[in-house]
């Protein structure tokens, strides 16, 4: 583990922008020194066309499957690709100590994809749900260089961090939310953020700890600019 990974920094990059042959499509299974991780390409997906990727978060104690499933309904028909790591431990590093194997396992993931795939730089994001979402934050902040779009939902907090670039924010969270009540996490976090000079577009809807299927679909609306 580098010393960027220590800091929550990511050093992947996308290719140049020129056609790759043809890779494989739909759901691949990762299994790297550093972790695994599950990338779903579009049966659509071409070489010489670049496409939108997200990176996605699941919860503490979920799956690579379900961070995948955060915006998998929408893939197909908008092209997007997307990369589901499964953290190292119960929950993201930064939850548990301080940014390393996890940072590490997501710089991996995307070197795999982008060696194999060509991808838009000006269409990365990364999200995720409940402590996902709050390691998306935190994570997507400092690599503002790299992600252009942070998709949070439900998150708990938020870690300020040394980062470069200006990211955009989509934060959704539910009222009645019992795991992580808004008053303490969202109706602050959205508030710093905005602080700290980010564009955020927030959703309050009434719901429990959960993340709509209309939501998800304007997140993914939003990320890749569409009316």
Do not use: C
């Amino acid at each position: 583990m580098g010393e960027a990974a220590a800091d929550g920094r990511l050093t992947a990059r996308p290719r140049p922008l020129e056609a790759l042959p043809s890779a494989s499509t739909g759901v691949q299974r990762l299994d790297l020194n550093e972790g695994t991780a599950l990338v779903y390409v579009p049966e659509g997906h071409r070489g010489d066309r670049p496409s939108p990727l997200a990176v996605m978060f699941h919860g503490a104690g979920g799956t690579a499957e379900d961070g995948l499933a955060l915006l998998r309904p929408f893939a197909d028909e908008t092209g997007l690709i997307l990369l589901a790591p499964k953290s190292r431990g119960p929950t993201w590093d930064l939850l548990v100590r301080r940014y390393g194997p996890d940072v590490a396992l997501i710089d991996a993931s995307l070197r795999h994809v982008f060696d194999r795939y060509l991808v838009d730089p000006e269409h990365l994001a990364v999200g995720g749900f409940s402590d996902g979402a709050s390691y998306a934050l935190s994570v997507g902040a400092i690599n503002g260089d790299l992600f252009g779009h942070v998709i949070a939902f439900s998150p708990g907090f938020w870690v300020p961090g040394d980062g470069e670039g200006s990211p955009s924010f989509f934060v959704t969270h539910g009222t009645n939310d019992g795991i992580l009540p808004i008053a303490s996490t969202s109706r602050r976090l959205v508030p710093m953020l905005e602080r700290a000079g980010y564009e955020v577009r927030y959703h309050e809807f009434e719901g429990d700890h959960v993340v709509p299927g209309d939501l998800a679909a304007d997140a993914v609306m939003w990320f890749l600019g569409a009316p």
